[in-house]
C-alpha cells in the first residue's frame, strides 16, 4: 500500500453535493499505481469483463481483511493486512502535521494492487466513509481505475469506489456507450490483424514491439481500414 497525493477527494451531485456519487483514493507516481488492479478486483469480486457499463466493476464480496476502523479521533474503511502503526491502521495512513500556514489533514489515502485504505478525521469525511462502507458490504460499490477517462463529469482519477445507486443515470449510459464503441473497435481490430496479417508479418521479421493500439481512423485519413 503506497500514500496517494494527486486527485484524491469525493465527488457528489445535487444540490449542495448532498449526494454521494464517489470516493476517488487518488494516486502517486509509484509502481504500486502503476500496476493495475486485477488482484484487488479479485479480491472483491468487481471483475466482471462480459457485462457492460457500471456492471462491469460492481463488488460482490467482502475480503475476508476488509474493515472499518473507528476511533475517538478518525474513521477508516480498507483492506489493511499489517498490524496498526502508531494508533493508525496502516503507516502510509498516518495524519501528518501542519506544515507552516497550512491547515492540518483531515484524509489521507493509500493503496496498491492488492489493499487499500482511506481515512477522514473530520465529521463531514468521517459520514462519507460509513456511506461508503455501508455501500460496499450491501454490494452497491463499484471499484475501478481512471473514473476520469470513463465518466462524463468525474473530475477525479486514481483508484474510485462509486455507490451504484447514487450515479447519475447520464453517467451510467455515457459508460456503458463507452464500453459498446470500444466493444465495436476490438471487432474491427480483429477483422483487420486478420486481412492484413499484420502481427503475422511483424513475428517473420522477428521484429517486437511495445504497444499496438488502435483507433477508429479520422475521415481525412487514407487508410484501407476503419482503423489506424
Known sequence: M?????????????????????????????????????????????LHPKKKGIER?????????????????????GIFRTE???GYPNRELEISRPWGDHAPETMTSAWSGRDFGVLATD????????EIHKAFLDGDVALFIGAHRLLPGYKFGGLT????????KP??????????????????????EKSSK????????????????P????PEEKTKYKIS
Open 123 to 130: 465529521d463531514l469525511g468521517r459520514r462519507r466513509l460509513r
Open 2 to 46: 503506497r500514500r496517494a497525493f494527486n486527485d484524491m477527494g469525493f465527488q457528489t451531485s445535487g444540490k449542495r453535493g448532498k449526494n454521494l456519487v464517489a470516493l476517488s483514493l487518488g494516486f502517486d507516481f509509484t509502481a504500486e499505481h502503476e500496476w493495475g488492479i486485477e488482484d484487488l478486483q479479485q479480491l472483491c469480486g468487481s
Open 215 to 218: 483507433m477508429w481512423a479520422r
Open 57 to 77: 466493476y460492481r463488488v460482490t464480496k467482502t475480503p475476508e481483511d476488509y474493515k472499518i476502523v473507528e476511533t475517538d479521533d478518525y474513521t477508516a474503511i
Open 161 to 168: 469506489l462509486a455507490i451504484i445507486s447514487h450515479m447519475p
Open 171 to 192: 453517467m451510467l449510459d455515457a459508460l456503458k456507450e463507452k464500453h459498446l464503441e470500444r466493444e465495436k473497435l476490438e471487432k474491427a481490430t480483429r477483422a483487420a
Open 198 to 213: 499484420l502481427l503475422e508479418t511483424l513475428k517473420k521479421a522477428n521484429l517486437k514491439w511495445f504497444a499496438l493500439s
Open 84 to 86: 496498526p502503526s502508531r
